[in-house]
């Protein structure tokens, strides 16, 4: 099942913790679990104390590797029959990693073993990830007759189009070093335990951080990833000004630590 907490920590700071449970199955995802995340996005979506999102793979059973996300569910997918289910099946995919950039706050992605495939999809989906040295990355799916595709996409804006390709014609599997030094995560520690300390870092930054600045900031870095260069300048000019709409109270009291300081 598709597990959803929230809790507060300090300085006031807002946090939900995403976890995809299905442990006997390296936590791969089928319909029911994609419906549940869906659904947990869009009640996240309306909560404007929200800070920030962790996003993480839930404990496997005993005896199985360490797992993120181990892909979709093959059994659910072989059982597909038609054009139409094929599609109804990989939309609902799509729609969860769509429901999981939409959130207005980062999204972290805390990683430990196996995120393949979809599992992957989702990863790249999330705002930032951060990944135990035992993680594994790959996108297997041509393996099984069937091509990688939609949050698949987004690869190429993190590792390039040719390591992108290297993934889906291969179907190799990467380590979290090589993960790392591709772009396709952006921090590797030694085990869970480093894993939380990071997510406490970087969850702890964006705590002082403005929060009506996070969400532009998070607006703005998508609007870029589909516009030309000249857009996201006007763009980003654009969000500035809507910053002082009110007058600027944020940003000044924001400001006003650093003006304040220097006298």
Request: hydrophobic share 45%; glycine share 10%; net charge neutral.
């Amino acid at each position: 099942m598709m597990a959803v907490r929230c809790r507060v920590v300090s300085r006031g700071l807002v946090l939900a913790t995403l976890t995809v449970s299905n442990p006997a199955k390296l936590n791969i995802v089928n319909t029911s679990l994609l419906d549940q995340l869906l659904e947990a996005c869009k009640a996240l979506s309306t909560d404007t104390s929200l800070r920030a999102v962790i996003f993480t793979g839930g404990q496997v059973a005993p005896g199985k590797e360490p797992s993120f996300i181990g892909g979709a569910d093959i059994t659910e997918m072989h059982q597909l029959s038609s054009s139409d289910e094929a599609r109804n099946f990989i939309e609902r995919i799509h729609l969860a990693c769509k429901a999981i950039r939409d959130l207005p706050v980062p999204v972290i992605a805390r990683v430990h073993g196996f995120c393949l495939g979809a599992g992957l999809e989702i990863a790249a989906a999330c705002d930032l990830r951060v990944a135990t040295t035992m993680s594994v990355f790959g996108m297997p799916e041509v393996k099984v007759g069937i091509p990688s595709v939609v949050e698949a996409a987004l690869l190429a804006g993190l590792i390039g189009m040719g390591r992108t390709r290297r993934l889906l014609y291969l179907a190799e599997n990467i380590d979290a070093a090589t993960a790392e030094r591709w772009g396709l995560v952006e921090k590797v520690v030694a085990d869970e335990t480093g894993l939380d300390q990071a997510v406490k870092e970087w969850t702890g930054r964006i705590a002082g951080m403005g929060p009506k600045a996070i969400r532009s900031q998070k607006r703005l870095t998508q609007k870029w990833e589909n516009c030309t260069a000249d857009e996201g300048i006007q763009a980003g000019a654009e969000a500035f000004a809507e910053a002082f709409a009110d007058g600027g109270s944020e940003p000044k009291a924001f400001m006003g630590k650093f003006v304040n300081r220097r006298r």
